[in-house]
């Protein structure tokens, strides 16, 4: 099965070279590209791409705004939003916007391949160890200090042993090492973690650790 891929930055040689090296894996084609957020808004609406590598900094509307109304529109695309610097302001606000991870623009092509495969299988991008930097750098933030009462009132859906779970992912553990912790098949940790996406309505394990910073059941530290 080829992942579709599309292709939003408002650079030529940042498309160009992201192209070149996805097209040259045998699983990925990209299949459009678009100079700023509004076009890739109207691109993902028409080509329907499995991925979209998603810049923040873009002219007309920005990668933030872009992604919240692909997410809006419930697209299936998911989006991987692509930043210079690893704690780059606005990534944290992407995520809270619906995107799945984020990848670094110096990534090699390796790690470009691998994070598009990541994602376009339904998975978090980011590595445990990032996903808990990055989250608890940003939950720091004034805007994102108190969260709104329904996501304090949305974990309440939960079982007690599924928050225990939610509480898990935001700190960074892999289902392997959630089993490990609850001493529980992997197979279990899948089902509780299906379960709880499903309950709050979020789109993989990234949103649910923003969720869990979010509804103060982990503070940063």
Known sequence: MTIRVLIADDQMMVREG??????????????????????????????APDVVLMDIRMPELNGIEATREIVAADATAKVLVLTTFDLDEYVYQALRAGASGFLLKDASARQLADGVRVVAAG?????????????????????????????????????????????????????GEIAERLVVAESTTKTHVSRILVKLGLRDRTQAAVFAYEARLVTPG
């Not at 100079?35 to 609406?45: H, P, S």
């Not at 808990?132 to 949305?154: N, Y």
Request: net charge negative; hydrophobic share 45%.
């Open 123 to 175: 998975e978090a991008l980011l590595a445990p160890s990032v996903t808990r930097r990055l989250i608890t750098e940003f939950s720091r933030l004034p805007d994102v200090r108190r969260p709104p009462q329904a996501a304090q009132a949305a974990y309440g859906d939960l079982t007690e042993r599924e928050t225990e779970v939610l509480v898990l992912i935001a700190q960074g553990l892999s289902n």
């Open 18 to 47: 992201f192209s070149v090296l996805l097209n040259a894996m045998p699983d990925i084609e990209v299949v459009g590209e678009a100079v700023n957020g509004r076009e890739a808004v109207e691109q993902v609406r028409r080509l």
